[in-house]
Structures are given as structure tokens and as C-alpha cells.
């Protein structure tokens, strides 16, 4: 509605703000100068290029001074009410700043663009003034954004799904992008998401330092899962690296996630042979592992056999279950994590087969289970959820 009605005022003051203009310089037989004309080219022959800073102070900057203080007179009233009409947007709606900045930037493009349009007008510099008030407006507005955004305390029972700071994030996307949605330069929005991204991305990060019940780096992988979704979707060019970057952090805290849950169904033989490739790593010769006392073949032995298949087996159905509990079902991201937790089992297996091959060599020595085995466990595991 605030659109409309400012659409229609800004096409009713041109051909009157205008006509007054014509009439003073004609009557009075006041002329652009040389100069005048000058500065115009220099917007009007490439406007979107332009800063609105520099817009508005040459848009203020062109008018005669005998023919702007007339007029300035006549329509008195004229920035006073347009002022009122900004505070009232901004009452309306929190961003009702960023309508009027829209409208009023791109009705300032269309007045250049129309033949009727006077090379130095008095309207324009009125516009000129309200537009670097809209545009102080907005960025105030982003600015108490970030703020909140940065300052959101996150709920100490946190379970875990999308936190209230992505959430804002998206609105405001989605909400800024419809309104500029056909707007002819969009540089102030392109610098606000940038700014609000910034924000909501330090917002996740300060997980890491909160005291919180559940698994941060779950947390935080779903939320950096969720962001890369939506900038996927939203195609904004200038949060493209935001994109990127999103998508690298939820591979991140994935792999932290896994690695910190796979310590458990396999745990000793984990801690076993890293102490041998410790050992190896401080110059013990391979064939020689097996003389140490710790990391010999009987050591091995009994690690090994505290994992039989069964056990393997029954250790991964309650990692899923804990994983199913810990995800939250809007992202859909447990089948993902699955068959990564899966791959890096998998790999953790055969750098087990791999160590003892080498540093226990012609011992006999083998896992309970077998790599297929893993497969049917995690296949079965899935199937039956």
C-alpha cells in the first residue's frame, strides 16, 4: 500500500514541481549554466553505476540558487511531509524503509529517463535529500538487525534443529528480495545481506563457546546445511562465497560429528592402533611393533576379541538410535550421516587390516568380522528403521 501511494504522490508532484520550475526560470529568465548540464550527463549516462551518496548530493547540487530558493518556498511543505510519510512507513513495518528507498530510487531513474524531465530539477533535489535519509534508515535498521542477530541468546535445552538467528536471517531474505524484486539498482540490499550473513554465520560459531546440553557440532551442521540449502535455492550473486562457505562448514561439523560418535562401537581397537602407528611414527620398525609389550600380538588378541560381529553389530543399531534422536527431522539429514559414518567405519576397518598386515605379518590374526559384514550391518540397520 506504502508503494502505491508513493508511486502515485511522486507522479502527481513531477509534472507540478515542474511546471512551477518552468514557469520562475522562464518568467524570471533564469538558464542552466554549462556546469549544470555537465553533472547531468554524468548521472544520467550511467545512473546504476552511481553511489546514492553521490546521487543525492549532485541531484542537490544542480539547481541555480535564485530559481531553488523560490521554489523552495512555494513547496515549503513539500520534504517536511515526505519526511513524515519515511516515519510513517517506518512505524508501519520494522523495514518499511527499505519500500520507500526502493520506490523513491527507482521513480528518481524514471523521471531521468522521461522526455518531460528538466535537466536541473528542484524535485529531483528534494528526492536526493529523502533518498539519503531512506538509505541512513535502512542501514540503521540492518545495523539493530545484526545486533539482535549477533546478541540472540541460544535456549540452554537446545535439542537442536534450526536456531532462531538463521531463522530471522531467511525472513528477511525472503522479504527483501520480493520488495526488491523489480528494483532498478539493488547495491544497498547486496551490502545488507552481506552484513546480515556475516552475522547469523558468527551467530552459529558462538555455539561452539555455549554451554549446551546437546552436540554442538550437530547444532551447527544442520544449521550451515540449512543456510547452503537456502542460498542454493535464492540465487543471490553476492552470497555466493557465503554459499560456499556454508556448504564447507556443514562438512566440517559433520566429520566432527561422526568422528566423535564413532569412537564408540570401536573404540579400543581405535585407541590400539593408534598407538601403534604412535610407536612406528617415533622410529619402532614395523616388524618390530609386535615386541612391545603394550601392542603385542596377545594385546591384540584380546582387543580384537571384545569385538565380534554381534557386538559390532548391536553397537551401531544404538548409534542409530542415538542419531536419529539427536537429528532434527526438517533437515533430513540422517541418511546423509548414516552413509557417512558408514564410509569412514569403512575406511577405519581397512587402515586396521592395513596395520596389522604390516606389523603383526604371518600372525593369523583377523577381525571378527569382515567388510561386507560392515555393509550388511548398516544395510540391515537401515532397512529395519
Avoid at 540452554?156 to 525472503?174: A, H, Q, T, Y
Wanted: proline share 3%; with cysteine.
Amino acid at each position: 500500500v506504502s508503494k502505491q501511494i508513493l508511486e502515485q504522490v511522486l507522479r502527481e508532484l513531477q509534472p507540478l514541481c515542474n511546471t512551477e520550475q518552468q514557469f520562475i526560470e522562464k518568467f524570471f529568465q533564469l538558464s542552466h549554466n554549462a556546469a549544470d548540464l555537465e553533472v547531468s550527463v554524468r548521472i544520467e549516462s550511467s545512473p546504476s553505476q552511481c553511489p546514492l551518496h553521490l546521487i543525492a548530493y549532485l541531484l542537490f547540487s544542480r539547481l541555480e540558487e535564485p530559481t531553488s530558493r523560490l521554489l523552495s518556498e512555494i513547496f515549503s511543505c513539500l520534504e517536511p511531509e515526505l519526511r513524515g510519510f519515511l516515519d510513517i512507513c517506518n512505524k508501519i513495518h520494522p523495514f518499511g524503509c527499505m519500500q520507500f528507498l526502493v520506490t523513491l530510487n527507482d521513480s528518481i531513474f524514471d523521471m531521468w529517463d522521461s522526455s518531460s524531465a528538466l535537466p536541473s530539477s528542484f524535485l529531483n533535489s528534494i528526492l536526493g535529500n529523502m533518498l539519503l535519509l531512506a538509505k541512513n534508515s535502512f542501514n540503521k535498521c540492518i545495523g539493530t538487525l545484526c545486533k539482535e542477530i549477533e546478541e540472540t541468546r541460544m535456549p540452554s535445552k537446545l535439542k537442536g534443529g534450526i536456531l532462531p538467528s538463521v531463522s530471522r536471517f531467511e525472513e528477511f531474505v525472503n522479504f527483501s528480495e520480493e520488495v526488491f524484486r523489480t528494483a532498478q539498482r539493488r547495491g544497498e540490499l547486496d551490502k545488507a545481506h552481506l552484513r546480515l550473513a556475516s552475522s547469523v554465520f558468527s551467530s552459529i560459531n558462538s555455539l561452539s563457546s555455549a554451554n549446551l546440553k546437546t552436540n554442538t557440532d550437530m547444532v551447527m551442521m544442520e544449521n550451515f546445511h540449512h543456510i547452503h540449502c537456502f542460498l542454493c535455492q535464492k540465487m543471490i550473486h553476492c552470497l555466493e562465497d557465503k554459499k560456499i562457505e556454508a556448504k564447507q562448514r556443514h562438512s566440517e561439523h559433520m566429520k566432527k560429528y561422526i568422528i566423535t560418535y564413532l569412537g564408540q562401537p570401536l573404540e579400543k581397537l581405535i585407541h590400539f592402533f593408534e598407538g601403534v602407528k604412535a610407536r612406528v611414527a617415533q622410529g619402532v620398525k614395523e616388524e618390530e611393533v609386535s615386541f612391545q609389550l603394550a601392542y603385542s600380538k596377545q594385546e591384540l588378541r584380546k582387543v580384537i576379541d571384545k569385538y565380534p560381529g554381534k557386538e559390532v553389530k548391536r553397537a551401531l543399531e544404538t548409534l542409530y538410535r542415538k542419531i536419529h534422536k539427536d537429528l532434527s527431522p526438517e533437515e533430513n539429514l540422517l541418511p546423509v550421516v548414516w552413509h557417512a559414518m558408514e564410509q569412514e567405519l569403512i575406511h577405519q576397518y581397512q587402515e586396521f587390516e592395513e596395520l596389522i598386515q604390516r606389523c603383526y605379518a604371518g600372525s593369523g590374526i583377523a577381525m571378527d568380522f569382515t567388510v561386507e559384514d560392515l555393509l550388511s550391518y548398516f544395510s540391515s540397520i537401515t532397512l529395519s528403521s
